[in-house]
Each structure stands twice: as C-alpha cells, then as structure tokens.
C-alpha cells in the first residue's frame, strides 16, 4: 500500500470523524443551550489539540523521512492535485449550498444565529478532508488494478 493511501485511510478513519465530533459538538451546545464557558473551553480545547495534532504528525512525518527514503512521482504528484481540484470544487459547491440554505430558511422577518458560521466552517474542513481522501483513493484503486507492487 502507498504511503498516501495509507494517510488517506487514516484521515478518513480517524482525523475526519474527530473533526466532526470535536469540531461541532461544542458549536451545537452553544447554539442548542447558550454559551458557557464549558462549551467556549471546550471548543478552544478541541481546536488547539486539533492543530497541536496536525503539528504533530508534520514533525513525525519529517523526523521518518530522514530514516528511510520516500518515493514520490509524476503520478503521485498527479493524484494529490487532481484530487485536491475535486475537494476544492465540492468545498465551493458545499459553502454555496450552506449559504442558500441559511438564505431560504431566514425569511424577511427572521435572522441567521451567529453560531451558523462556525459550523458551516468546520463542516467545510470535514467534507474537504473526505472528498480529497476518497478522490485519492479512488485514483490509486482505479490505476492499481494492473499493477504489481
């Protein structure tokens, strides 16, 4: 298995359903109970280990390339844009789609809660992750079938 169909499986598994649970669930308590200060703690907590984590694995990932030589190609190379172009095109259609959606269900009378936003933004962190990770998937599992490894 490739090295980035590994890191794919494990964003899918682990990374993209964390962002949701941590990322949203404090985001929804503010908005379903008012705020506190447990939920803003919480929600402050989960993003600082969420981007100490992300830090984390950078450091690990260059610590593990100077032991051992990594191989990236042309097509490597070509997998991660082109499925970095189809996640950043859902993304755009994702914020469009939010945005007419909170359109529509304000009427004149009626306004958008603040705590829409924060949603939105981390649901569009989620739905990037999993459309990259699937679209990289799905570009070494169409090309891998002829292949020997």
């Not at 794919?8 to 964390?18: K, N």
């Not at 390339?65 to 755009?92: C, G, H, M, N, P």
């Not at 004149?108 to 990259?132: A, T």
């Not at 599992?141 to 020997?148: D, P, T, V, Y």
Request: hydrophobic content about 55%; some cysteine.
């Amino acid at each position: 298995m490739n090295p980035w169909q590994r890191n794919a499986w494990i964003s899918l598994l682990f990374f993209a359903p964390l962002w949701l649970i941590f990322g949203q669930l404090p985001i929804l308590l503010v908005y379903l109970e008012g705020p506190s200060f447990l939920h803003l703690f919480s929600f402050a907590c989960s993003t600082i280990v969420g981007g100490l984590l992300w830090f984390f694995l950078f450091f690990f990932n260059k610590r593990r390339k100077r032991t051992r030589k990594t191989e990236f190609d042309e097509r490597d190379q070509l997998i991660l844009i082109r499925s970095t172009l189809a996640a950043y095109v859902v993304l755009w259609l994702y914020f469009i789609a939010a945005c007419i959606y909170a359109w529509i269900s304000a009427a004149p009378e009626r306004s958008v809660s603040v705590n829409v936003m924060p949603m939105v933004i981390v649901g569009g962190i989620v739905v990037f992750l999993v459309v990259q990770n699937i679209a990289t998937l799905f570009q070494y599992g169409r090309r891998a079938k002829g292949e020997k490894s």
